[in-house]
T-cell receptor, first 111, second 117 residues
């Protein structure tokens, strides 16, 4: 099976600082990746995605970096806010087959 | 927010009883999925549907069945619930399978928490 993991299960950052959440994947054929945010008691919410023909994609306050050489994905959140506190996880997909999800990193923003 | 409604949101049942979870969408998306979420595991696919009456198994399908008689509804049934099926169940929808050059984004419902005693 696939292996999508996160380097750190928990992350605490000061409000206003930048956050970096990492994800390692094992399937070198994966060509589509998504970052999700999940708040307590809620369903996962799409943040940003990236395809394997790109190495960087930016959204509003978020940037996803993809390093296919080492099979690593990261999510950068700029100027982290209390509302960013949640569990973040990545998902990978190969050629439209099923998604495989990481277990998640819990981000806590300290006011 | 994508129009996805899961019901019930919370259920407690006893081992051996049947349970049906319902997912209703208003987006007219072709693909619908059932996942379970457990501590220490990422979301795991139970079953999915690629059209009315077209369904297939995911990686953890044992003990579960599904039905899709209408585009908007996808039912997950536990014929005889076991304690190992205690979990949070999420329905997701997508308008592509991910094969498209467009986004293959999954939209998730709010989850159904099932406890099997």
């Amino acid at each position: 099976g696939e292996s999508v993991g996160l380097h750190l299960p928990t992350l605490s950052v000061q409000e206003g600082d930048n956050s970096i959440i990492n994800c390692a994947y094992s399937n070198s054929a994966s060509d589509y990746f998504i970052w999700y945010k999940q708040e307590s008691g809620k369903g996962p919410q799409f943040i940003i995605d990236i395809r394997s023909n790109m190495d960087k994609r930016q959204g509003q306050r978020v940037t996803v970096l993809l390093n296919k050489t080492v099979k690593h994905l990261s999510l950068q959140i700029a100027a982290t806010q209390p509302g960013d506190s949640a569990v973040y996880f990545c998902a990978e997909n190969e050629a439209g087959n099923q998604f495989y999800f990481g277990t998640g990193t819990s981000l806590t923003v300290i006011p | 927010d994508a129009g996805i409604t899961q019901s019930p949101r919370h259920k407690v049942t006893e081992t051996g009883t049947p349970v049906t979870l319902r997912c209703h969408q208003t987006e007219n998306h072709r693909y619908m999925y059932w996942y379970r979420q457990d501590p220490g595991h990422g979301l795991r696919l139970i079953h999915y549907s690629y059209g009315v009456k077209d369904t297939d198994k995911g990686e953890v399908s044992d003990g579960y069945s599904v039905s899709r008689s209408k585009t908007e509804d996808f039912l997950l049934t536990l014929e005889s619930a076991t304690s190992s099926q205690t979990s949070v169940y999420f329905c997701a929808i997508s308008d592509t399978s991910g094969r498209s050059v467009n986004t293959g984004e999954l939209f998730f419902g709010e989850g159904s928490r099932l406890t099997v005693l």
